[in-house]
């Protein structure tokens, strides 16, 4: 018996003789750890999906300067925007952009001023074929925090950019 299985080891061996064993490769299946970088790109990402739709059209003049007010907030800010009383302590431009690019930046800049406590921004969307200039007043039409927005006066971009007035909480409001 032990004869045999001898034999049958070593026919065995001699028939694997030229295989070789097969390296262990390991795969990790955790996530990879993102950059705060990253993380912020896509927490941006996603609150513009959500905030801003192509598919809404608020009521917004045709003729005459862009100006839009949310429900509640008095017409004086309206003309207080118009005339330049607002000073934007944040400026935001967009040429050059696509519009998915200016819903992100648009988002972020709205982060910014809330967190820095400031009350109104300007955005320059400039001339260019029209989309943006379009598109930006919808946008802000649909973002909760913002208050207000009117055509920038001259000093800060006219009919090209917009001066927008931002809900920041309960911080005492400046001018």
């Not at 003049?61 to 944040?90: A, C, F, Q």
């Amino acid at each position: 018996m032990k004869d045999d299985k001898k034999l049958i080891d070593s026919e065995f061996g001699a028939l694997f003789s030229d295989v070789k064993p097969i390296k262990q490769q390991t795969h990790h299946f955790k996530q990879q750890v993102k950059t705060k970088q990253a993380l912020e790109t896509s927490v941006r990402k996603v609150q513009a999906d959500s905030y801003f739709s192509d598919l809404y059209h608020p009521l917004l003049p045709t003729e005459g300067p862009m100006k839009w007010s949310n429900v509640g907030v008095e017409k004086i800010e309206l003309k207080h925007l118009r005339r330049g009383d607002y000073s934007p302590d944040l400026l935001l431009d967009l040429h050059g952009m696509r519009q998915a690019e200016a819903k992100l930046e648009i988002v972020a800049l709205i982060q910014a001023s809330i967190k820095q406590q400031s009350q109104c921004c300007c955005i320059m969307h400039g001339y260019g074929s029209g989309i943006l200039k379009q598109q930006v007043p919808m946008w802000l039409a649909q973002h909760p925090n913002v208050l207000a927005f009117h055509q920038a006066p001259k000093e800060w971009g006219g009919d090209a950019a917009l001066l927008v007035l931002l809900d920041i909480g309960e911080q005492p409001h400046r001018r």
